[in-house]
Each structure stands twice: as C-alpha cells, then as structure tokens.
C-alpha cells in the first residue's frame, strides 16, 4: 500500500483505523494494537515500522487505550433502554454499565416507559454531551435508525425490534435457534397439537422464532396449525387472554409454547382456572429464563437468553468502533440454551387421536412461507 492510501481507512472522527496502518506495514491488527498501546513481545524493528507510520500521521493516529482512559473530560456512552427495567432489560443494562465502568467508561441512561416516545435518537448525531450509543430494543422506525447510519454514528442496538439497515452494528439472541430447540422437546415428548402466543407483529423476533417453531414441526412432518397461533404484548396478561383462547379450543392444544416467561406464567394461571394440571393435562413453555421462570409452580421450561453477555459484547464492539477498529461481522447472535424444568411432560394419552389433524403425509412438501404472516417470508429452512 502506498504511504498516501493509508488514509482512506478514517473513522468519523478523522483518525486513521488500526487496519488501515496494519494494512500498510504489513503486520497484524493484533501487533498494531500491542505497539500502540505500549504492550510487550514486540520485536524492536517491528516497534519502529508502526512508530513510523504512526508519527507521519500525527494527530490523525489511533489513540492509545492507556492515553484515552487518562482523559478526564471524555464523554459518557448514552444507553437507552426505553422500558422499565424489570429482570429482563435490568439484567442487560446492568451488564452494559459494568462492562463501561471496568473501560473507565461513564454511562448515560435513558430509560423508563417515559421516554418512549423520545426524539432522543434523532438527535444523538448533534449532541455534545455523549460520544456514541446503546440503544436496546429500540422503538424507533428504520429511518431513524438509516439516519444514524448515513451519519456515521458509533453505536451499537441490542435485541433489534426490526431488522437493521446495512452497516448497523447489532447483536441478539439465537431466537430462531431457540424456538426450534424449544418445540423439538415438545414433540420428543409426544406432543403434535401445540399452541403458540408470540409477540407483536411485524416484531423481527417474532418472526424469527415462529420460523424457528415452524421448522421443528416440519422434521417431524407436522404441519403448522394457524388456528392455533396468537399474538400480543409480551405480559402475562396476554397469556391469561390468548392462553384461555387456546385452552378454550376444542380438541385443545397438549402443549403451549410462549413469547416469553411472563407470558407462560399468565398461561399457568388460565391453566389452573380451567382446572388443568400442568404438566400432566397441558405443558408450557417460556422465553428468556428470566428470574419468574424458577419462582412458578411448576417451574417452566424455558429458553435461556444470553443478557449479559448481550449487554458486555454490545460494549466491546462500541469501544472498538470509538477505537477506530471496523468490524468483521456487523450482526451477531449469541448462542440461546434450553433448560428443561417442570412444566412439560409426556402429551397426555387421552390428546393422541388427534395427532391426525396437524400430521402431514409423509410425501408432503416442506413450506418455506410463514402461514401466520399472510405471506411474509419466514427463515425456516426445514
């Protein structure tokens, strides 16, 4: 690379990229870093290639982590979690002001339902007290969101409600992977005619788990039962409304898989007006592994969702981008885990006649749509 291409690779602060110098000297991100961060196990003639490049670019240099950690006047990182912070959000914001505080990193928090309807977003580009954001499940449309892109702006949104523009930073759960793990034990355990409550529409979650649902029914050649299909508010509330509906149905579903635990704990509970016995009459399953889900009688079977782990690499991946690093990957998910407690069972023997009624011939094709979403394309694979 020619001395003067090194500076095509900038951040949008006008300083040149690790990469780029990387680039130039021919040596890796990982020594770049080691030499401008003052870090040992660097050959002297190494030391100086960098140390060349770096003092012809003066001030438009990374700056070293140590040199910007001794700043006193460094801006915080602005977090907006625009939702009470119960055990869910509470569990990723924390992880994210521990993960700022050990980088020598102030937060500054907008949360609560308060704030929903804030324009905050829009103008994070103009403000002056902040450097860069979190922003979890945001509520804001995808323009907002494609401003902030054509900005430049560093940040980083966690559990995304839609699907990101391009070149947006973003992490979530494995909520596809999840779903289908979650309804793969379900139908281990006998269990054809399932229910499920999921979130809003148009939720990108939403979608991503009904594919998920979708794809363990079809391994088993089951096909989805739309009729069997409701949607809402991720509270328990929705569980008592929709779940009854489920359980209202006749012949009734064996099984009901949930948006989240809230929504299971609302299904326990219109399980147990109906004198249904969980899991001998009816098992529920729940989303996320939140702290409710070991707190009910039975306790739920769930999916666990990596929060922290979400809130901390949401950080790593911000300080990278204030750093002047790009990013290999611009989306990730983090792997979900199922855990297996006491609210499902074997599908009750007297339910089992009518498996015919959502089994598919054996010769029937896979659906590669969502039938609940009026066409929209679903991420099964079967």
Same mark, same amino acid.
């Given at each position: 690379?020619?001395?003067?291409?090194?500076?095509?690779?900038?951040?949008?602060?006008?300083?040149?990229?690790?990469?780029?110098?990387?680039?130039?000297?021919?040596?890796?991100? /990982?020594?770049? *870093?080691?030499?401008?961060?003052?870090?040992?196990?660097?050959?002297?003639?190494?030391?100086?290639?960098?140390?060349?490049?770096?003092?012809?670019?003066?001030?438009?240099?990374?700056?070293?982590?140590?040199?910007?950690? /001794?700043?006193?006047?460094?801006?915080?990182?602005?977090?907006?979690?625009?939702?009470?912070?119960?055990?869910?959000?509470?569990?990723?914001?924390?992880?994210?002001?521990?993960?700022?505080? #050990?980088?020598?990193?102030?937060?500054?928090?907008?949360?609560?339902?308060?704030?929903?309807?804030?324009?905050?977003?829009?103008?994070?580009?103009?403000?002056?007290?902040?450097? =860069?954001?979190?922003?979890? #499940?945001?509520?804001?449309?995808?323009?907002?969101?494609? *401003?902030?892109?054509?900005?430049?702006?560093?940040?980083?949104?966690?559990?995304?409600?839609?699907?990101?523009?391009?070149?947006?930073?973003?992490?979530?759960?494995?909520?596809?992977?999840?779903?289908?793990?979650?309804?793969?034990?379900?139908?281990?355990?006998?269990?054809?005619?399932?229910?499920?409550?999921? $979130?809003?529409?148009?939720?990108?979650?939403?979608?991503?788990?009904?594919?998920?649902? #979708?794809?363990?029914?079809?391994?088993? =050649?089951?096909?989805?039962?739309?009729?069997?299909?409701?949607?809402?508010?991720?509270?328990?509330?929705?569980?008592?409304?929709?779940?009854?509906?489920?359980?209202?149905?006749?012949?009734?579903?064996?099984?009901?898989?949930?948006?989240?635990?809230?929504?299971?704990?609302?299904? #326990?509970?219109?399980? /147990?007006?109906?004198?249904?016995?969980?899991?001998?009459?009816?098992?529920?399953?729940?989303?996320?592994?939140?702290?409710?889900?070991?707190?009910?009688?039975?306790?739920?079977?769930?999916?666990?969702?990596?929060?922290?782990?979400?809130?901390?690499?949401?950080?790593?991946?911000?300080?990278?981008?204030?750093? $002047?690093?790009?990013?290999?990957?611009?989306?990730?998910?983090?792997?979900?885990?199922?855990?297996?407690?006491?609210?499902?069972?074997?599908?009750?023997?007297?339910?089992? =006649?009518?498996?015919?009624?959502?089994?598919?011939?054996?010769?029937?094709?896979?659906?590669?749509?969502?039938?609940?979403?009026?066409?929209?394309?679903?991420?099964?694979?079967?």
């Amino acid at each position: 690379m020619k001395q003067d291409q090194v500076s095509d690779l900038v951040t949008d602060t006008g300083r040149v990229t690790v990469r780029a110098i990387a680039a130039e000297t021919g040596l890796s991100i /990982a020594t770049v *870093s080691r030499v401008l961060n003052g870090g040992d196990n660097v050959a002297p003639d190494t030391r100086d290639r960098v140390r060349r490049v770096v003092e012809r670019l003066g001030d438009r240099a990374p700056q070293p982590r140590r040199e910007a950690a /001794a700043r006193g006047t460094r801006r915080p990182v602005f977090v907006r979690c625009p939702y009470l912070l119960t055990d869910y959000f509470g569990h990723i914001v924390t992880s994210i002001a521990e993960m700022l505080a #050990l980088h020598g990193q102030g937060m500054l928090l907008d949360a609560g339902d308060a704030v929903v309807g804030s324009n905050v977003v829009r103008e994070l580009p103009r403000r002056r007290d902040a450097r =860069g954001a979190v922003l979890i #499940l945001p509520p804001e449309s995808r323009a907002d969101l494609e *401003s902030l892109v054509a900005r430049h702006y560093p940040l980083v949104v966690v559990d995304p409600r839609i699907a990101v523009p391009a070149g947006m930073v973003s992490i979530s759960a494995a909520h596809f992977g999840g779903a289908r793990a979650v309804t793969r034990h379900l139908i281990e355990l006998g269990h054809r005619r399932i229910g499920v409550i999921t $979130g809003p529409p148009y939720w990108h979650t939403r979608d991503d788990r009904v594919g998920g649902h #979708l794809a363990a029914l079809a391994e088993a =050649g089951v096909l989805g039962d739309p009729g069997l299909m409701r949607f809402g508010e991720p509270a328990a509330a929705t569980g008592v409304s929709a779940g009854g509906e489920l359980l209202d149905l006749r012949p009734r579903p064996t099984a009901v898989v949930c948006f989240n635990d809230k929504v299971a704990v609302g299904v #326990l509970e219109a399980a /147990a007006a109906r004198g249904l016995r969980v899991p001998a009459d009816l098992s529920v399953v729940g989303f996320d592994d939140i702290d409710v889900s070991r707190a009910t009688t039975p306790r739920l079977t769930t999916v666990r969702q990596p929060l922290q782990e979400m809130g901390r690499t949401a950080v790593t991946m911000l300080l990278r981008q204030l750093e $002047g690093h790009t990013h290999e990957a611009l989306s990730m998910e983090l792997e979900t885990r199922l855990v297996i407690r006491d609210s499902t069972g074997l599908a009750p023997a007297a339910n089992l =006649g009518h498996r015919c009624i959502t089994e598919a011939p054996r010769w029937a094709p896979v659906i590669h749509r969502c039938p609940y979403f009026a066409g929209r394309p679903s991420r099964m694979t079967g």
